[in-house]
């Protein structure tokens, strides 16, 4: 019997193991399943270590709130990235920019807030990482 703990509650929420393939996989399937469920299966152990040797040396170490941390930090990336991806979509394609409608469907947002989701930062941004002028003049709205 395995014995529950927030370390292993926690490891079992952040690397859930893949669904069984069925009864009628065939033999590729249920390698492929056996595989990744193995690895999925180290990278739980590979947690539960780390987060019971930063609970015994750290003080007011909180297993849950660090990885609630990390899931916010990993959202407001994500969100900075999507932000680039727009402004490369609609200031950097050529012969011309990716239709609101299209970004917006993409990115599970409206059509304005694709319009607003990126500013002059992100523009900048995408500059410096790609090299490239944007296609629109400076002060153009988006």
């Avoid at 952040?14 to 399943?33: F, R, T, Y």
């Avoid at 849950?64 to 994500?78: D, G, P, Q, S, T």
């Avoid at 990235?81 to 920019?97: D, H, K, N, S, V």
């Avoid at 410096?128 to 002060?139: E, L, V």
């Amino acid at each position: 019997m395995t014995t529950r703990d927030i370390f292993t509650d926690l490891a079992d929420l952040l690397h859930p193991l893949p669904d069984h393939p069925g009864d009628s996989a065939d033999d590729d399937e249920l390698e492929g399943w056996s595989a990744q469920s193995s690895e999925i299966a180290d990278e739980r152990q590979q947690l539960q270590q780390s987060l019971r040797l930063s609970w015994e040396h750290g003080e007011d170490f909180d297993p849950l709130l660090v990885e609630i941390a990390a899931a916010r930090n990993a959202m407001l990336e994500a969100e900075a990235q999507l932000r680039l991806l727009i402004a490369y979509g609609r200031e950097f394609t050529r012969p011309r920019p990716y239709r609101l409608e299209d970004l917006a469907r993409a990115a599970g947002m409206s059509i304005s807030g694709v319009r607003t989701a990126y500013d002059d930062d992100e523009v900048g941004e995408v500059a410096r990482r790609t090299g490239m002028r944007p296609t629109r003049r400076a002060g153009e709205v988006p």
